[in-house]
Structure formats: C-alpha cells, structure tokens
C-alpha cells in the first residue's frame, strides 16, 4: 500500500494490503449504528414529531457489533506492539465496544469525552436532552508505546470545543474537528509514524495527520466522501506549497 493515501474501498478489503504490526496509531471514527432524523426542519410546532428515520446500514445491533469486531481485529493485526487507538462511538454503544477492544486483543485503557458546545437542538417533542457529547475509547496494544505528555490540564479524558464550522465545515454529516483529534494523536504517536483510518469520512484523520507530520492511510467506502477528501488534499497542498514533496492522494 502507499502510504498518504486514502483508497476507495471497503475496509475489511483494504486490510488485506496491510502487513502485520506495520502501523502505529490507529485513529478511527466508524458508522454510528444509529437512525438518524431526517424531517426535522419541517417540525413547525409542538404537536410535530421526527418521523422519517434513516438507519446507519446495519440489519441489526448484532450485525452492527460483529463488524465492529472483526474491524478491530484486523486493527491488533496491524498494529506495532506498544501501538495506540481511538475508536469514537455515541454513548449507547461504548460500554459494548470497551469490551470488543479487550476481546480483539488491546488493552482498554480510558473513554474519552468531546463536549460539544454548539451541539444541534433538543428537539422539544422527543424529550430528550441534546446530544452535546461524543466518546472516544482509547486502547493499545500492550502498555503505549509512545506518549508524549502534555500540560496536566492537557491530560484530561476531556475536550471541549464547538463542531466544524466555517471552512473546517465539509459536507459530511459527521466530520470530526481537528482541534479535537490533533492532541490524542500529538500525545500517542511521533513525526513520520503510521497513522491508520479505516473509516476515513470527509479525510480529518489524513489533515490532522499532515498537519502533524505524521503519515497515514485510509479507507472510505463512499464516493461522494472520497470527493471531499481529494478537495480537502488539494485545497492543503495549495495552502502549504510543496509541503515536504509529499502528495497526499485518493486511490479509487
Ligand atoms: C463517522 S464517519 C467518519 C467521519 C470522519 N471522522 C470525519 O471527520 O469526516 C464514518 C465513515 O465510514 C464510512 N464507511 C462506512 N462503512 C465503511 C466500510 N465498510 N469501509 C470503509 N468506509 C466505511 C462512511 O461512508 C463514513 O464516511
């Protein structure tokens, strides 16, 4: 596989072209299992309910979870002894997915929490409150191999910042904000390591990744997402000119 570059593909595919303990970080943010509201701008008032759903993909939570657990094991496979990962999930799976790590081989090591401060609206008819958290499962493979502390108040299994906006914002409905990622994968991996994204979205971990002269691979399943991540290449390599001659590219 050629490193800095994100392939067109489905993951538990693109694996097959990882060799064993090549990689040493694994940062990665899968599919949610989870329905997601689709009507919600036509809610006019309070009589109003969410009614159209659209579902993540998986035919069951089993199902859901199974494929969880076969990504994480091919994630030991590859992963360098001492190699760390960050698997985000919502808050109705983490406790399940602390227990995948462990049975895929890692080390559970911490949950932590992104508070989003601008997180989208209670919508007042469901009676719940706003999804204004995220987690993230930290886990290794065997004690970390590499971590570079920071400030103790930069030590936290907590980080808060608004969601993308501005020109950080793709069209992806999930994209993570890089000022969340950088720190974890400052703190866990070196310059030059290996960074792993198997679930790669609008390309956030490759950006971090080159941000911090770290180098990664990745998969993303989705055409239109793979659009975004060669726009988000283009429009970094225009920013940093010649950017140390290398050329993140998409494989498709
Ligand atoms: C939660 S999003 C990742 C968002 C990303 N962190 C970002 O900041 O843009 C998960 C991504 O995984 C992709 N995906 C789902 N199943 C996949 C598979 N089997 N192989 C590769 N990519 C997949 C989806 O298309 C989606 O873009």
């Known amino acids: 596989m050629e490193i800095n570059s994100v392939y067109k593909t489905d993951c538990l595919l693109g694996f097959k072209n990882i060799d064993n303990e090549s990689v040493d970080l694994i940062f990665t943010d899968p599919p949610y299992c989870q329905n997601r509201a689709q009507n919600i701008t036509n809610l006019k008032n309070h009589k109003d309910v969410v009614t159209e759903f659209k579902f993540d993909g998986y035919s069951s939570e089993k199902e859901y979870l199974r494929f969880i657990e076969k990504v994480l094991r091919e994630c030991y496979r590859v992963s360098k002894d001492g190699a760390s990962g960050y698997l985000w999930c919502g808050d109705d799976f983490v406790s ?70 501005g020109k950080e914002r793709k069209k992806h409905q999930t994209q993570k904000p890089l000022k969340v990622c950088i720190p974890f994968i400052e703190i866990s991996s070196n310059e030059n390591d290996l960074i792993l994204d198997p679930f790669m979205g609008s390309g956030t971990t490759a950006i ?43 494989k498709l």
């Open 96 to 165: 399940y997915i602390n227990r995948i790590v462990e049975k895929a081989g890692f080390q559970f090591r911490k949950v932590i929490h992104w508070h989003k401060t601008n997180p989208f609206p209670a919508i007042h008819t469901r009676k719940i409150f706003a999804n204004s958290m995220e987690l993230i499962v930290h886990f290794s493979k065997g004690t970390p191999k590499t971590w570079n502390h920071k400030h103790v108040n930069e030590m936290h299994n907590f980080i808060e910042t608004p969601i993308c906006m």
């Open 208 to 250: 971090a990744a080159l941000m911090t002269n770290r180098n990664f691979i990745g998969f993303e399943i989705d055409n239109g997402y793979c659009e975004i991540i060669a726009e988000r290449f283009e429009e970094f390599v225009l920013k940093h000119a010649n950017f140390k001659g290398i050329k993140p590219q998409i």
